[in-house]
């Protein structure tokens, strides 16, 4: 039993394998420590091409914000989706808005929408991080959004938590009580309970593992 039942894609497409490329982001990466990640992505992301990857990795240069390193936090529970912005955004599984809000700390979410689907396993809570503005206008908590319905897309670096365009998605199977917001990246001391409540979410992406 999985919480993935046939999910929509949520770029409304599953890409082909041809137009992905795996970006690495982790701290063992020296050519991004040495450039910084917007001159990394420039350099190594090919023209056309989804940037994608992240699931569990350990990335140092959060460091460079408050936000993280007050308590030291470098695990990436989501995966990242590389596009460009205005990219549009399609619900993966028929579910509700949970929440939403503008977290728009330096290197946070900026805005952000999170889902609340019910599955034959139970309860799954989706989050989209660095969306644009106008995702959030006319969103109301209990809203209904159909699987393969367009709700959201992707904020350009003003807006996004200064960030190159992306997609930060995630899924928890516990919302531990939060509304509009969940750690994205987490103590490494804390990767066993945040790995038993954070699923993979790539399957939502239409991506094969």
Known sequence: MTYFNEPFPVLGYHPKP????????????KQLQEEGLAQFLTN??????????????HRTFYLRSNLFSNDHRTL?????LWMEAD???????????????NNDNYLDYGPTIILQHQTAKGTLFSLY???SLESLDGLQT???LSKGTPFASLGAEAVNGNWP?????????????????FPGVVEMKDKAYFSGICPNPL????IQS
């Open 87 to 101: 990219t549009k955004i399609y619900c993966p599984l028929d579910g509700i808005v949970h929440s939403f809000a």
């Open 129 to 131: 991080g660095h969306l």
């Open 18 to 29: 041809e137009s992905l490329q795996k970006i690495d982001l982790s701290s063992s990466n």
């Open 142 to 144: 209990g809203m209904p």
């Open 44 to 57: 190594t992301l090919a023209k056309d091409k989804i940037g994608y990857g992240g699931y569990l990795e």
């Open 203 to 206: 399957p939502l992406c239409g």
């Open 165 to 181: 365009p992306h997609l930060h998605l995630q899924c928890m199977t516990d919302m531990e009580n939060r509304s509009g917001d």
């Open 76 to 80: 990436h529970l989501g995966i990242d």
